[in-house]
């Protein structure tokens, strides 16, 4: 049971290179979501979905896009990668049912500088 | 708009020391608040859910306490091991809403 695995976990992308973070997840949580952090800031959310086929957007979805084909996988698109986009990204999954989630677990965190 | 502030920003301690961080939140009425611990160059660790007002959770040193308005992680006895950075996150009642998180408070227990 690997829980929640995201890679690569560490990556240097040059301006305006496009890139995808990859998030999967063993547990059959139907809810994960992508969040960055900031050095001293906590985690502010990019973008999540509540099942297959369902994405919404986030605080700082700028950037940023995401697909979610199945329960398991939710990759996050960089396209045209900014200096701005520097930071650690957390990916996360949960199980919601009736609008009340259980706890949310995290993946390792994929660091991430843009030069 | 859900906000949630958590004080101090940073804590010293001696190891020994008892002490409390703070979460406090507005939230269009609460689902849940959670508390996290993180180690540096590592993802978020859940520790306690805490879903109504009176509600409290403990586990070794730790307790959480919940009011309407904030919650308390009270360490008691604290040992260099419990080092880390605590995050209070919250979840609102309506709709699908995902996890708002505070800041964290950054906690250094020396021996």
């Known amino acids: ?115 | 708009e859900d906000q949630v502030t958590q004080s101090p920003e940073a804590l010293r301690l001696q190891e020994g020391e008892s002490s409390s961080l703070n979460c406090s939140y507005t939230v269009s009425g609460l689902r849940g608040l959670f508390w996290y611990r993180q180690d540096p160059g590592k993802g978020p660790e859940f520790l306690f859910t805490l879903y109504s007002a009176g509600e409290e959770k403990e586990k070794e040193r730790l307790k959480a306490t919940l009011t309407k308005k904030e919650s308390f992680l009270h360490i008691t006895a604290p040992k260099p091991e419990d080092s880390a950075t605590y995050l209070c996150a919250v979840q609102a009642r309506s709709g699908n809403t995902p996890l708002v998180f505070g800041k964290g408070t950054r906690l250094s227990v020396i021996a």
């Open chain 1, 1 to 115: 049971n690997a829980g929640v695995t995201q890679t690569p976990k560490f990556r240097i992308l040059k301006i305006g290179q496009s890139m995808t973070l990859q998030c999967a997840q063993d547990m059959n949580h139907n809810y994960m979501y992508w969040y960055r952090q900031d050095p001293g800031m906590g985690l502010k959310l990019i973008y999540y979905s509540v099942g297959a086929g369902i994405t919404d957007k986030g605080e700082v979805p700028n950037g940023y896009n995401v697909s979610r084909s199945t329960t398991e996988d939710f990759p996050l698109r960089l396209e045209l990668a900014a200096p701005s986009q520097t930071s650690v990204y957390f990916c996360a999954s949960s199980y919601g049912y009736r609008g009340k989630n259980t706890e949310a677990f995290f993946g390792q965190g994929t660091r991430l500088t843009v030069v």
